[in-house]
């Protein structure tokens, strides 16, 4: 049947169908080959850490297993003297091989090396690893989330959520805030305007996507609602994926101030009536100040019936210089969004 032949009705559908069912074989066949790799690279560490705590065995004892390891399987990678440490320290800190298989396999190797390279606290080790599970983060993102001290940061901002949304969702909503937000990418002054800092926020919004989470998508910036006949401006407004809801951020240069929960609130209850869909969510609120005073943003957030949330926000990283420098560049992590979009 030649290209321009006219198709039976139902093959668009089946090559639709076919098209999915290959794209997840081709998935599960790569997670099989890595979760065997995994679990090789594990054995084998296991085996070399118990003849080092058994009989002795140092670094040149590594060195020479690398040596014949690499002369009987020369086109197979991965028998470095430093890959074989790294398979030692893996089966240390990780004995139970349930947990390897179910969970620490589902990452890639390297993945795995940058998280031992990075963290000592096994419940950071843990976390990292289910939210790169989680996310699909790649090493380039998963570095920079660790050096960015996400764990530390994410469902830290003050929130009003438990009381304006039901348990699920505010769970969710809670988990998808963070405080502080690291800027650091816009590479502009303490100094700047809102306007300026919502052109930068713009100017870089891959950045800005990954450092608002998984599930963003971008709406529009000084999006226009007419209420009462007169116009309103949100300074930037999102929707989330996983929630199915609006996300309206408003974006403050100073110190946060009980009327903004005010004005937000007003901002929520337009989108809610003239954006907000049947089958979506109620409509959550983000205020992003530079600084905020806890008690202040919980008075201020204590009787609101909508959704807000307040969270600071930091222009420059409070990492030492040396990590700083280890931070992949925002050509890698535009790269790193770009594969993930393919």
């Known amino acids: ?57 140092g670094a040149k004892v590594i060195e020479r297993l690398s040596t014949d390891l690499r002369k009987e399987f020369p086109d197979v990678k991965g028998f470095s003297p430093r890959n074989l440490k790294y398979m030692r320290s893996f089966a240390e800190a990780w004995p139970d091989p349930v947990f390897v298989q179910q969970v620490a396999a589902q990452i890639p190797w390297f993945h795995n090396c940058v998280i031992l390279d990075k963290l000592s606290n096994r419940e950071f080790r843990e ?11 790649s090493r380039n993102v998963l570095v920079h989330q660790i050096e960015s001290g996400l764990i530390e940061r994410e ?71 007419d209420v009462g006949g007169k116009d309103f401006s949100i300074d930037l407004l999102f929707y989330h994926l996983k929630l199915r809801s609006y996300v309206v951020i408003d974006l403050k240069i100073g110190e946060f101030l009980p009327e903004y929960a005010g004005k937000m609130n007003f901002y929520l209850s337009a989108v809610d009536d003239l954006l907000r869909h049947l089958d979506d969510n109620p409509s959550i609120g983000i205020v992003l100040c530079k600084s905020r005073n806890r008690i202040i943003a919980e008075y201020a957030l204590r009787d609101m019936e909508k959704p807000i949330g307040v969270a600071g926000y930091e222009l420059t990283t409070s990492l030492p210089e040396d990590l700083r420098g280890r931070l992949p560049t925002v050509d890698e992590l535009e790269e790193e969004l770009r594969r993930g979009e393919e």
């Open 1 to 57: 049947m030649s290209s321009n032949a006219v198709l039976p009705d139902g093959y668009p559908a089946f090559l639709s169908g076919l098209k999915v069912r290959i794209r997840e074989a081709r998935v599960r066949a790569a997670l099989s080959v890595n979760r065997e790799l995994i679990l090789l690279y594990w054995e084998i560490g296991r085996d070399i850490l118990q003849r080092q705590q058994e009989e002795g065995w």
């Open 127 to 137: 976390w990292y690893i289910h939210k790169t599970i989680e996310n699909g983060w």
């Open 155 to 225: 469902g830290r901002a003050v929130t009003n959520f438990s009381s304006a949304l039901p348990a699920p969702q505010s769970d969710l909503a809670r988990a998808m805030l963070k405080d502080p937000y690291i800027f650091d990418f816009l590479g502009i002054g303490e100094d700047a305007a809102e306007r300026e800092l919502e052109r930068a926020l713009l100017d870089h919004i891959r950045e800005f996507l990954l450092e608002l989470g998984v599930g963003f998508a971008f709406v529009g910036s000084q999006y226009r609602l």
